[in-house]
């Protein structure tokens, strides 16, 4: 080995390892030195977590496991700075010039280099205010301030009253910094970790190279989900306990590196955090030559998207702005919201109007996104100004807090829950969820809802249902009934218990696998007035051996995934079939979008039959010209999903 010195200009660059001593197709040895200091690098509540969500012997996966310091090593050897260590990805990113670059492509174990993309920071407008104004009703157990407006738009101050505020729940935040120990309403908060991905050390505050505003983007933000200043400002979750990590470098105006976002997911996964929020979103670059395009907003394609579904699939609950973009030419919604169970976030006024600035869905594969919208416009917070300063500000960075401190107010109430039921229980309960669209996706989150929604925990083979009520007039306790059936005409009644707090349990009669239940819950108020749920004779939904409960969303057919059919043949020139699959006779709609985004095509709109069903497009587009050559996404709208795929047009 030899140093390799350079004075040339050197870009950020991830350097991707072949192996880590086994190859991804290895089969892992749970008693190997490799699978045990992968356990080793996991808190005990992170190990937790992830027994919860994936099981107790598929807790840890390849992309855990280590990556080869001998690899490492070398590296440092030849003069090469690692800046952050990527072990999801067996990578690690460091500064190189093109002969440093062309000497690592040598190495038998680079596998290959690739640019770090470096985008824009764009930070929402902050209004400052003087004058406080106590906007709660009489009602409340706490004095909200004028955080009310926008934490009463998703039922939170209904929730906090039942002593729900987050506690037990640790909430990781991505942004550009905190300066929560030098302001009145986060001094308190319960920081349990905090780590600066920019100058490598524990302060995420202002530090000397910061520029002045560096950390006021991340005060805004904490004090939204985590603030607590009575009668002045009230976060959304404030008993939770948070992770902040400052990963957005402010020096120059065009340097978010995303790299420092992925070594922050993979820290935070490591500790145990239970939900993690980030109000930065991915989308215009520094360099157009290695920019992203909408159509890499597929779920798959970005390093931080990447990142966020690899932390998802470890249990952790994954929420992201939508983005700002409404109002650019960009228009749509921005990584790593793109991904496939990252919530994203879009925003709305309080009265529940859509921002003209909150990105637009769907993801270029055809999902809805965003998935849920809070308040984004005029929402109070604090401000890094001074001690007691505050102000209102706009942007998806303010409702995406607040999305995730629903989460946490969640996940507190029912800590039995897996993180694919939050996601599911978040959009479900959503005000748009029977009908769901582009613009605000399932709807406006609300933490009542969510909360009071039935869910279920499996507990050795044997489920269980949990109920929490609202009613003003408060809930007899021994009137609870759980109304369950197979067939969906004969119930049968089955009491419920009290926890003594606020919840209700009964245990599920032993079923067969993948048997429909129809469930409605009955009990008497106190003064002897009979109520139900869901109130308009409708059913809640599941299937026996499933943890998903489903109102308004549809039960996933069986073959989901095999829907929809890739188009054939593709490429084509002058027609091709589209093949998909119904349940039943149903709605249902086909319509084609050219690369950037715009619909060309309605292909089909109408019934379907039951079965197997083909539609055929000869490239003719609704205005009438014949389609240009390129790729086209064709989408599948049915039963309140969307299923895409790419097709290629040849002229």
Do not use: C
């Not at 609950?317 to 700002?324: D, K, Q, R, Y």
């Not at 249902?588 to 060309?600: C, H, L, R, S, T």
């Amino acid at each position: 080995m030899f140093f390799i010195s350079s004075s040339f200009a050197q870009n950020k660059y991830y350097i991707y390892f072949k192996d880590k001593g086994i190859t991804a197709n290895q089969s892992l040895n749970k008693f190997s030195i490799k699978y045990q200091e992968a356990l080793e690098n996991l808190s005990e509540r992170s190990i937790e977590r992830r027994i919860k969500n994936m099981g107790e012997e598929k807790i840890i996966t390849y992309e855990d496991l280590p990556i080869q310091q001998h690899y490492i090593n070398d590296l440092i050897t030849l003069g090469i700075k690692i800046e952050n260590r990527l072990t999801w990805f067996n990578s690690v990113t460091a500064y190189l010039d093109e002969s440093r670059e062309n000497i690592l492509l040598t190495l038998p174990f680079i596998d290959r280099i690739e640019p770090v993309r470096v985008f824009k920071f764009k930070k929402e407008e902050i209004i400052p205010t003087n004058y406080l104004v106590k906007e709660s009703s009489s009602q409340d157990q706490i004095n909200y301030g004028s955080s009310f407006t926008h934490l009463n738009l998703s039922n939170i101050p209904q929730v906090h009253a039942k002593g729900i505020n987050g506690n037990g729940i640790i909430i990781g935040i991505l942004d550009s910094g905190f300066k929560w120990k030098e302001h009145e309403s986060l001094i308190n908060a319960n920081v349990i970790d905090e780590y600066d991905f920019i100058f490598k050390d524990s302060i995420t505050s202002n530090q000397a190279g910061d520029q002045s505003n560096q950390h006021d983007h991340g005060t805004v933000v904490f004090s939204v989900i985590g603030g607590y200043k009575d009668s002045v400002l009230i976060g959304a979750a404030f008993g939770s306990s948070f992770i902040l990590a400052k990963t957005e470098d402010m020096r120059s105006e065009t340097h978010v590196e995303e790299d420092n976002y992925a070594a922050a997911l993979i820290w935070m996964e490591s500790l145990g955090v239970d939900i993690t929020t980030s109000s930065l979103g991915y989308s215009e670059f520094d360099d157009s030559v290695f920019s992203y395009k909408y159509s890499d907003m597929n779920g798959k394609t970005t390093i931080v998207t990447k990142a966020a579904e690899l932390a998802f699939q470890r249990g952790v609950v994954t929420i992201s702005a939508a983005g700002n973009e409404g109002n650019t030419s960009w228009f749509r919604i921005v990584a790593p919201a793109d991904g496939f169970n990252t919530i994203g976030v879009g925003a709305v006024n309080q009265n529940n109007i859509l921002a003209s600035f909150s990105s637009r869905g769907p993801s270029f594969d055809g999902r809805t996104k965003p998935e849920v919208v809070a308040q984004g416009v005029s929402v109070f917070s604090a401000s890094a100004f001074s001690f007691n300063a505050y102000g209102y500000a706009n942007g998806t960075s303010l409702s995406t807090p607040i999305a995730a401190g629903v989460a946490s107010l969640l996940l507190s109430a029912h800590p039995h829950l897996k993180n694919t039921q939050v996601r599911n229980i978040l959009i479900e309960t959503a005000d748009n969820s029977s009908s769901p669209n582009d613009e605000k996706g399932y709807g406006l989150i609300s933490a009542k809802k969510a909360i009071s929604f039935p869910n279920l925990e499996e507990i050795n083979n044997q489920y269980k249902i949990h109920k929490i009520f609202f009613n003003d007039i408060g809930v007899e306790s021994n009137s609870v009934k759980f109304n369950y059936s197979t067939n969906g005409k004969d119930y049968s009644p089955q009491a419920m218990t009290f926890d003594g707090s606020m919840k209700f349990i009964t245990e599920i009669p032993l079923l067969t696998n993948g048997q429909m239940v129809d469930v409605f819950f009955t009990y008497k108020d106190s003064v002897g007035n009979e109520q139900r749920e869901p109130s308009n004779n409708t059913t809640y939904k599941f299937k026996y051996g499933e943890l998903n409960v489903y109102h308004n969303l549809s039960v996933p057919v069986p073959y989901d995934y095999g829907i929809l059919s890739q188009n054939y043949p593709n490429p084509f020139n002058n027609k091709t079939i589209i093949k998909f699959k119904s349940a039943l006779v149903e709605p249902a709609e086909i319509i084609i979008i050219d690369a950037i985004g715009q619909k060309v095509k309605t292909l089909f709109k109408g019934l379907t039959k039951s079965g197997e069903n083909f539609v055929q497009w000869d490239g003719i587009t609704d205005l009438g010209p014949t389609a240009s050559s390129g790729v086209y996404l064709y989408i599948l709208k049915i039963g309140g999903k969307k299923y895409g795929k790419k097709m290629i047009l040849l002229r």
